[in-house]
């Protein structure tokens, strides 16, 4: 074979990376799907003066969203087709769903003040570490049985908790200036004490001490 036919049979084929995808990364991208389809809704509430449905929508979808996260690993299961290119896949769209989409919603709601964006941001930050620390770990906490026993820290899903608290906020009207517990000043901007939610969750998921069982 001349160089020419060599260089031709390295050339990348068209959706080389699409076709590798089995089943359960596409359900996988149908939740990164939902956690930004949320996110485009918050962002529609506040262009659009707030209104409601954009983020009952948001809520939907971030629902939608845990329901496709449950199915994608029943279905990898089911199938036995597991890698470590669908672990990391999922851990990126629930950094999504489960990780952004649930600050950005509280940010929406009201949770605007410099100290709650900084609980925000390192929440956030939590779960991008906690989901990193577990496919780090995975090996070694399946003790070679390539099933992991337990979680270290929540699972960052248990986000949507908090997704529900604000859910039912939205619902009693209390939102914006209205949110429940008030805001204080702290120097140079605004904290919520209802932003401690997040704080809560985000050094549950980081605790080594917290093992949750896995299914």
Known sequence: MDDRGAQASERPRPFELLRSFVL????????????????????NYLD????????????????????????DGLVARYGRRSSLFGADLDSLADVVSFGVAPAVLGFTLGLRGFWDALVLCAFV?????????????????????????????????????IVLVLAIA???????DALWLGSVRLGPGYFHPLVLLYAVSGSAMMSARLRIPKP
Do not use: H
């Open 170 to 176: 939205l619902w009693r009207g209390a939102v914006g």
């Open 48 to 71: 659009m003066g707030r209104f409601t449905p954009f983020l009952a929508g948001a809520f939907t979808l971030l629902a939608l969203a845990l329901v496709f996260d449950v199915a």
């Open 125 to 161: 930050c939590c779960g991008v570490s906690r989901l990193a620390r577990f496919n780090v770990t995975a090996d070694k906490l399946s003790a070679g049985t390539g099933k992991v026993a337990y979680y270290e820290g929540t699972p960052i899903p248990t986000s949507l908790l």
């Open 24 to 43: 359960a990364d596409f359900i996988t991208l149908a939740n990164a799907v939902c956690g930004t389809g949320a996110i485009f809704l918050c962002l």
